[in-house]
């Protein structure tokens, strides 16, 4: 296999997850009787420029059917993270109701619907059919297409220029990535300035987020690697932020590298400092996840073993694509986790791929009292020790696997919560 940005021929593996289903691809009962799909799941690094990536089985539109299930608008602190960005967005770059913000990937419109509030021209490009219709409901004028260049071309021309365009979480899913970013720069208007958020290779390598990998991300990204693609598609990279977020993201501002007027600023030398101390443009920073995966994969594994041994029930909670990951990786099913609750209706109903737990809505809790629930997506623990907080009535526990196993009693806050 080359390098999707410089063609480079990858020799270096990062990890290898075995072969698995996709991480997204639920299952309803029929299904369950029917052969299921599975694919490598390997994570190689070029050691030209530096892009982390997934080796090629599936292309995109494989990944993001019709009816793609994840809907961002069900996690309160993820509505929190897009209002935000909003009123910081609004603020720092002076829009009002005479800008254009676009979106790509809009998802379910949780996060372009508060420019869309507030008076500006909105366009969102999103190609999974279900998502993009919640966001027609809330009046957002949704395109339903992958965002090529040709396709950013044919709109610039019908005069969509984008004052502040929005890719954020949308970087790591696209298979040509340097096409990806050529759109971006063909999008923005003259002085129009383009966020990308995406979770920081840094974090997951030193947080061993060995379950972020999945085949729907791509490519897993530094600003190193970043900066390498921005290098061919005239955008440039002016300010950065490192966000919570996903266990740990970037927020990177660019510019069209010939019209652009913001000065570059510090944060942007101190993140290409932080990642050269991490040694991330030399092979010994990518030699450690292998082995921390197998480490968490153990522990969880005796863990939910043991409980099953001494007659404790276990649930999981959040039907989410990392989580299918690491219940994969692990070889854990229904004989080790009983149901996943999950508040998207959409997931109800269903099963996760792999693993075939049923997954069901919240009030299955109360009902059964499990003894433990998985917390899936660890990185909105906070969010969920809160919501869950009644399951100490019965002495409940939430457990987290990454990036080490660790119980929490009801109530408790754990130390190093995100």
Known sequence: MRCRHCQAVLTMTVIDLGVTPRANSYLNAEALRLPEQRFPLRVLVCGQCWLVQTEDFLRSDELFEEDYPY??????????????????????????????????????????????????????????????????????????????????????RRGLGADLLVANNVLAH?????????????????????TFEFQHLYELLVGCQFDTVYHEHYSYLSLVAVEAVFAGSELEVFDVDRLSTHGGSLRVYAQRSDTGTNVALPAVSEVRRLESDAGLKTPDAYRMLQGQADRIRDELRVFLEEARSAGRSVAAYGAAAKGNTLLNYAGIGRDLVDFVVDRNPVKQGRYLPGSHIPIVAEERLALNRPDYVLVLPWNLLTEVRDQLSYIGEWSGALVTAVPELSVIQAGQCPPDSP
């Open 174 to 194: 696209v298979p040509d990535i340097d096409d990806f970013a050529l759109a971006c720069a063909a999008l923005l208007a003259d002085d129009g300035v383009a």
């Open 71 to 156: 809907f961002s608008g069900y996690s309160s602190t993820w509505i929190d993270h897009c209002r935000e960005y909003s009123e910081r967005m609004i603020d720092r770059f002076s829009l009002d109701s005479t800008s254009s913000v676009v979106e790509v990937a809009v998802n379910d419109g949780a996060l372009l619907r508060f420019f869309h509030d507030s008076g500006m021209k909105c366009t969102g490009i999103e190609p999974t059919l279900a998502t993009a219709e919640v966001a027609r409901g809330l009046g957002l004028p949704v395109l339903t297409e992958f965002l090529t260049y040709d396709l950013a071309v044919q709109l610039r």
